[in-house]
């Protein structure tokens, strides 16, 4: 089995990167001796990645990556213990919680703004998760040890009051409500042209969405633009939607392949 500095080698030039991923194998390490949970803290796109490549290396099975709700962009890593399976654990323990804040009717307040609020309390940005912008105002998850913070000290974002209280975490539900059915049709079923279809985009577009991390295929981080996708495959991407790759019917009689697709706004 390979030494923590050995695992941590490919990101000797990435530091706060490796930092994280060294705090990470602690805990993980933690965990196991101790047969306790541990977990870390919010995880971008990219840090998720690294640390699922990591832990596969040291063949960590006992871990699950969790956001709050099925396709959470930011998630945490929570290692098991023995006792725990990993079908249940969030009846036996959760980490997270979520709440939500409402806004005056006339502001118009965007996702930027949370953010700049919450960073204005003294929250670092792995302490919470996603912020699911609604009609009202927002849905926030974050990890429990700071919501007496978020509770007691978060007043206003920007020049706008806003009352927060603390929601039961299912509610914190972050797929979209509205679904279109879609027919396309692709030269191929490169993942650069089906998410072209799929968020209704130029091809080149796609193509610097996989290149700047920002899209997932069942819940993975997508890395490059000409892998081969199948039926039942599920996209995401911050700020364009949803969508799941339902039906390919063939071909059209000009050879191209016929897409069907659940899209969501």
Same mark, same amino acid.
């Given at each position: 089995? %390979? $030494? %923590?500095?050995?695992? *941590? ?31 870390? +803290? =919010? ?26 709700? @099925? ?37 118009? /307040? ?7 609020? @919450?960073?204005?309390?003294?929250? $670092?940005?792995? %302490? =919470? ?11 926030? /998850? *974050? /990890? ?6 978020? @509770? ?16 039961? *975490? ?7 409500? $509205?679904?279109?059915?879609?027919? +396309? &049709?692709?030269?191929?079923?490169? @993942? ?20 700047? +991390?920002?899209? *997932? ?33 063939? &071909?059209?009689?000009? +050879? ?10």
């Amino acid at each position: 089995m %390979k $030494t %923590k500095a050995q695992l *941590l080698k490919p990101y000797e030039k990435d530091k706060e990167l490796r930092i994280l991923l060294s705090k990470a194998l602690d805990r993980q390490a933690d965990s196991q001796r101790k047969d306790v949970p541990a977990h870390t +803290g =919010f995880l971008t796109l990219n840090e998720r990645e690294a640390l699922r490549k990591t832990l596969a290396l040291i063949e960590s099975r006992n871990h699950v990556f969790y956001g709050g709700f @099925l396709d959470a962009e930011r998630v945490i890593c929570v290692f098991l213990p023995s006792w725990m399976e990993e079908v249940n654990w969030e009846e036996e323990q959760s980490f997270l919680c979520a709440v939500e804040i409402s806004v005056p009717q006339m502001a118009k /307040l965007r996702h930027s703004d949370y953010l700049g609020a @919450l960073i204005g309390i003294g929250l $670092t940005r792995d %302490k =919470f998760g996603d912020i699911l912008l609604n009609e009202h105002g927002a849905t926030l /998850l *974050l /990890l429990k040890e700071v919501l007496p913070i978020v @509770l007691s000290q978060w007043e206003s974002v920007g020049r706008y009051p806003i009352q927060v209280h603390e929601i039961a *975490l299912f509610q914190a539900d972050g797929s979209v409500k $509205t679904c279109k059915q879609k027919v +396309g &049709t692709v030269a191929s079923l490169r @993942l650069d042209s089906v998410l072209s279809q799929g968020f209704s985009i130029g091809r080149n577009q796609a193509v610097e969405l996989i290149e700047a +991390g920002k899209v *997932l295929r069942n819940d993975q981080l997508c890395e490059k633009v000409n892998q081969t996708v199948r039926e039942g495959d599920r996209f995401s991407c911050r700020g364009m939607g949803k969508f799941v790759l339902t039906n390919v019917k063939g &071909t059209s009689r000009k +050879g191209r392949v016929i897409l069907e697709m659940d899209c969501y706004q």
